[in-house]
């Protein structure tokens, strides 16, 4: 059973398409994140949701929207896209087990190309 | 100032060596933790390994260890044994300490490719 699996794995799309990617994680956790991994390898947080909560909100584009209907799903939704989306995104999840010790564990990443 | 530098950009190594990964991070949080990833050519991000700032021993895991100095701020991973399967992007990351939940972002190195050479 995979842990955090994403939805879809690639999408190809053109510029000024809306489209969303699904996450879920059968782990139990109750954080799940968006990392966005750039061409160079990159890899920096865009969203936290915490027991459906938004935690932490990077400088990203009012264009993605993140959505938590319950504390195992984390859908991302990005509207009007650009060329400069084109990224792999990755959903993580990981358990509070005090202030440091929180290992995340990622999905498998969407790779996403803006044509 | 970079927060995590990993300063090998690739590495060669001969199968069955031991092999050495840099990283040196930059906090003034005493609390913080320090996490490694490997992500293959197929794509996914696997967990190897977590330190602890406040743990005492270096942490092992398997064939995997982290090589913690505290005062010089570096925890290096080191693989010993190297397998073909070990070629893969290999990511250093810290999580500083934080009193909200959900608040627990990791920041990234920029990642060090290893190539291991049957």
């Not at chain 1, 160079?40 to 909560?53: A, G, P, W």
């Not at chain 2, 100095?69 to 250093?92: E, H, P, T, W």
Request: contains cysteine.
């Amino acid at each position: 059973d995979t842990a955090v699996s994403q939805t879809p794995k690639y999408l190809v799309t053109q510029m000024g398409n809306d489209k969303s990617i699904k996450c879920e994680q059968n782990l139990g956790h109750d954080t799940m994140y968006w990392y966005k991994q750039d061409s160079k390898k990159f890899l920096k947080i865009m969203f936290s949701y915490n027991n459906k909560e938004l935690i932490i909100n990077e400088t990203v584009p009012n264009r993605f929207s993140p959505k938590s209907p319950d504390k195992a799903h984390l859908n991302l939704h990005i509207n009007s896209l650009e060329l400069g989306d084109s990224a792999v995104y990755f959903c993580a999840s990981s358990q509070w087990q005090g202030f440091v010790k929180n290992i995340q564990y990622f999905g498998a990443g969407t790779r996403l190309s803006v044509l | 100032a970079q927060k995590i530098t990993q300063t090998q950009p690739g590495m060669f190594v001969q199968e069955k060596e031991a092999v050495t990964l840099d990283c040196t991070y930059d906090t003034s949080d005493p609390s913080y933790g320090l996490f490694w990833y490997k992500q293959p050519s197929s794509g996914e991000m696997i967990f190897l390994i977590y330190q602890g700032s406040y743990d005492q021993q270096n942490a092992t895991e398997g064939r995997y260890s982290l090589n913690f100095q505290k005062a010089r701020k570096s925890a290096n991973l080191v693989i010993s044994a190297s397998q073909l399967g070990d070629s893969a992007m290999y990511f250093c990351a810290m999580r500083e300490g934080s009193s909200n939940f959900g608040n627990e972002k990791l920041t990234f190195g920029t990642g060090t490719r290893l190539t291991i050479i049957p």
